[in-house]
């Protein structure tokens, strides 16, 4: 009761809202709204508004629905006065009222299924009322109209509860790729609101497969579940079968004259199988649908709706609908499938490359140590400078090889989702210092200038050590490679902003400014002589984004470049 108290106060707040685009949508759709001025075009429907607002408080139902029946009388006579109006522009006025109240209040809090039946009723009976009257002033033909009003309404309401079931199922169908679970949900929306019961099949492998049977009488539950079981045939004349195989839409309305309920049971169950036509029979066929659900120009199965004995037999306006259903089923259940393709996709991918780097670790381990050992016993003479330099080389190489190894490995784990990091309080001079002194001999062999910029002030940051040295290591070693001979390297960290900003800057070519944009990409090169694996700065931009950080470029060609990138400071 609250809940109706507080819808009815919601439409009181928005009404000026409500009939501002009744308004709108009046002279939108009808041609004689648009000649009269806001006092005569709304003339009674502000009443009628306050008439549904009071309908809702408990208890005021049946009061409201014979003053809501007044009102609109009067509003029917009024519009006989004002040129250019119909029977079916005074229909049109009350179901648009009807469709902007719902759509107003469903954008705040949606309504439930009693708010939404009240304010049906109330509409329903000011149509009739409305209607009526101006039939019996223009034409005299009240009743027919009224019949003809009833039957209108009735399928406005029928279109929208489509409507609502179609953005119904569209949630379930998003809600998770594990289709087969939610096809049977789709089926329940369905049933019995729509059928008496409801099949959807899948097509897997050139046969059907059975993924739900759903029935509105809890009693026949069990023989839903049996029908289940069985498989049909897919070169059957009718039912599903025919809708797969053939590509098109099957509809059966009623009985003819030459058909027996045997020729139904088996043409609609798709097989001649005695027992499964015995539980057809038992759970009632009147009338159905069998639609396909085609995505991308195949077709993945289809949906069957049914209409027992007690139900009305399938119209035009039901096979529209069984298609959008069974073409928004189609299009989940492909980008399912597709879902699942990628990460089996992925799974290989990174099964590979983990086999792969742990087959190329264990002899790489082997000739690392195999090279450390022959720079310790190679003899210091002229000839064993000679060996040195080679065995060196060879490390050198087995080591470039190595750091390879762990990118692609890094790299596989950022695309699967599984790369971590550990953070501690870490001092920012600290990190800086390292780095340099890690890459102090390799830039000594180009002369290469190798210096470091710290301010003292800058505070502690909380940070993965091994990771972010390797983000400086990757951005000092860069600069060394493109550095010319005798050119210098600065590595600077400050507290700019809230954050910890370490910077590398270099005094090499610099970067041209149409590859400033592509530079941080997965196996991005540029054309520069010096090409490597192009995932270096690919995962330091993946590392400092998983720290909460940004990484960024400024260069200008023939000036040298610097990278930046920022990691947040610890809390005291």
């Not at 939404?116 to 509409?123: A, K, L, M, Q, S």
């Not at 059907?208 to 009693?219: E, F, G, L, W």
Request: aromatic residues 4%; glycine residues 6%.
């Amino acid at each position: 009761m609250a809940t109706m108290q507080t819808t009815s106060n919601r439409i009181k707040q928005c009404h000026e809202k409500i009939m501002h685009r009744w308004e709108l949508s009046a002279k939108a759709q009808l041609p004689a709204a648009r000649e009269q001025d806001r006092p005569a075009l709304r003339n009674h429907i502000p009443n009628l508004l306050n008439s549904i607002s009071e309908a809702l408080v408990p208890g005021a139902f049946p009061r409201q629905v014979s003053e809501s029946k007044e009102i609109a009388k009067e509003h029917g006579g009024q519009r006989t006065e004002l040129s250019g109006y119909s029977v079916a522009q005074v229909l049109t006025e009350y179901n648009l009222l009807r469709k902007i109240i719902i759509e107003v209040l469903d954008a705040d809090v949606p309504l439930n299924i009693q708010e939404r039946e009240v304010i049906n009723d109330i509409i329903a009976a000011a149509i009739i009322e409305a209607g009526a009257e101006f039939a019996r002033i223009q034409q005299n033909e009240e009743t027919r109209f009224r019949e003809e009003v009833e039957r209108h309404l009735a399928e406005s309401i029928e279109a929208e509860k489509k409507e609502r079931i179609l953005a119904d199922v569209s949630l379930v169908l998003t809600s998770s790729f594990e289709y087969e679970i939610t096809l049977k949900k789709i089926a329940e929306l369905i049933v019995p609101k729509l059928a008496t019961w409801c099949i959807i099949n899948l097509l897997v492998d050139h046969a059907i497969q059975r993924v739900a049977v759903v029935h509105s009488d809890p009693k026949k539950a069990e023989l839903a579940r049996k029908l289940q079981e069985f498989t049909p045939n897919l070169a059957a004349r009718g039912g599903v079968a025919g809708a797969i195989r053939e590509g098109r839409t099957i509809v059966f309305t009623s009985l003819e004259s030459n058909d027996s309920r045997q020729d139904i049971d088996s043409r609609f169950l798709s097989t001649e199988d005695p027992r499964q036509m015995e539980i057809v029979h038992e759970l009632g066929v009147k009338s159905y649908i069998s639609v396909m659900m085609k995505a991308r120009g195949k077709i993945l199965g289809g949906i069957t709706l049914v209409a027992g004995p007690e139900r009305s037999t399938f119209q035009k306006e039901d096979v529209m609908f069984a298609e959008k259903l069974a073409d928004r089923a189609a299009i989940a259940i492909d980008n399912a499938r597709l879902y699942k393709e990628v990460q089996e996709a992925v799974e290989v991918r990174e099964d590979v490359v983990s086999i792969v780097s742990h087959d190329l670790k264990n002899p790489l381990t082997s000739i690392l140590m195999n090279a450390e050992l022959l720079l310790r016993m190679t003899p210091t003479n002229e000839s064993g400078q000679k060996i040195k330099s080679q065995v060196e080389r060879i490390n050198r190489s087995a080591e470039r090889m190595q750091t390879m190894i762990d990118d692609i490995l890094d790299v596989a784990k950022m695309a699967g989702g599984t790369f971590a990091i550990e953070t501690h309080t870490e001092q920012a001079q600290m990190l800086i210092e390292e780095a340099v002194e890690l890459h102090k001999s390799l830039a000594e062999e180009k002369s290469i200038a190798l210096s470091m910029e710290s301010e003292q002030s800058c505070r502690p940051v909380r940070c993965d050590h091994h990771r972010t040295l390797q983000v400086l290591s990757n951005l000092l070693g860069n600069a060394i490679k493109f550095t010319p001979y005798g050119g210098s390297v600065v590595a600077h960290v400050e507290e700019k902003n809230g954050v910890a900003q370490f910077s590398v800057r270099d005094t090499g070519p610099g970067i041209a400014e149409d590859q400033l944009s592509h530079i941080f990409e997965r196996f991005w090169q540029g054309q520069d002589k010096h090409k490597g694996a192009g995932l270096g700065l690919f995962i330091a931009k993946s590392i400092v984004e998983t720290h909460g950080g940004r990484i960024w470029v400024e260069s200008n060609q023939g000036t040298g470049a610097t990278f930046y990138f920022t990691l947040p400071l610890a809390k005291t």
